[in-house]
């Protein structure tokens, strides 16, 4: 049976989403899952945004405030990993 | 004769759109459930500087969090939120071809699913509260109520927004030349598929 390209993508997003399941039972603070997490966040919300929503082929300005927002949330998680301890003297009452 | 008055260029049925050729300018649905859509977007942008900051704050209630929660829950969440995404894509692309029966079909189906996501999360809740885990059994809790219900209160309104556009399909509101309003309805459903994609790896997954 050949698949079509929305039964692709629904596949990809399943697959991702139990590999994330697997990771969760990992239960270690590391660079390598908080790498993981903000490149899950990234790619599977483009692939929501430009296939599930199509705005691969839609309004060029609403797509990029879309892929920004899916950018700037994994680029945080990052930035926490990387500078939590700043953070929390930064946002300190 | 009206058809006398009107030039044959404007008496034209408009052809039913595609979109097998990118159209840059197309905004789908329609330009108010956009509003909306950019107001929700800001809303969780919010929730989720908040609950960065209190990650900074509190590593270790962030470590040891997640260990206490039903990954099983938020992985059912998420499976049947993108298979919901799948049905809604196919009731959408099924309009396009005029095939209203067969994109009721995919709306129920679609909804079903998505009635499956508060029915797990009050599973979940019961099970967490039976587990000790309530909104004052620390802050990873508490910032895991606040975003989680503040979302399924969203899945609500798509799920009510579902329920309309089914209810229009059904009566023949929708055609491959108008579909607008249905249109703007799965693209808010999408946008929720979008912020569980976040919450997700937040609260079961990252530490």
Known sequence: MKLGHTEKIWLILIGLTLSSAFLAETGQRSWSLSLIVAAMIAFKGRLVIDHYMEMRNANRRIRRVLHAFVTVIPLMVVITHAFGPQIARLTAL | ?207
């Open chain 2, 1 to 207: 004769m009206a058809s006398e008055l009107i030039p044959a260029a404007e008496c034209a049925v408009p052809p039913a759109p595609t979109f097998s050729i990118p159209d840059l300018n197309r905004v789908p649905g329609n330009h108010g459930i956009w509003v909306g859509i950019f107001c929700v977007l800001v809303e969780f942008l919010l929730f989720f500087t908040v609950y960065f900051v209190a990650k900074a704050h509190h590593p270790e209630a962030f470590l040891k969090g997640p260990e206490q929660l039903a990954t099983v829950a938020g992985t059912t969440i998420t499976m049947l939120l993108l298979t919901s995404g799948y049905c809604v894509v196919k009731a959408v692309a099924a309009m396009r071809a005029d095939r209203q029966a067969t994109t009721l079909r995919w709306l129920l189906l679609g909804m079903f699913l998505g009635l499956g996501y508060p029915l797990v999360k009050f599973f979940e809740i019961r099970w967490n509260v039976a587990h000790g885990i309530d909104g004052e059994a620390g802050i990873f809790y508490t910032v895991y109520y606040y975003l989680t219900l503040n979302h399924l209160v969203h899945v609500f309104w798509g799920l009510l927004g579902l329920g309309w556009v089914a209810t229009r399909t059904a009566v023949g509101g929708y055609s491959a030349r108008d579909y607008a309003g249905l249109e703007a309805a799965a693209v808010y459903w999408h946008t929720t598929d979008v912020i569980w994609l976040i919450i997700f790896p937040f609260f079961y997954v990252w530490r």
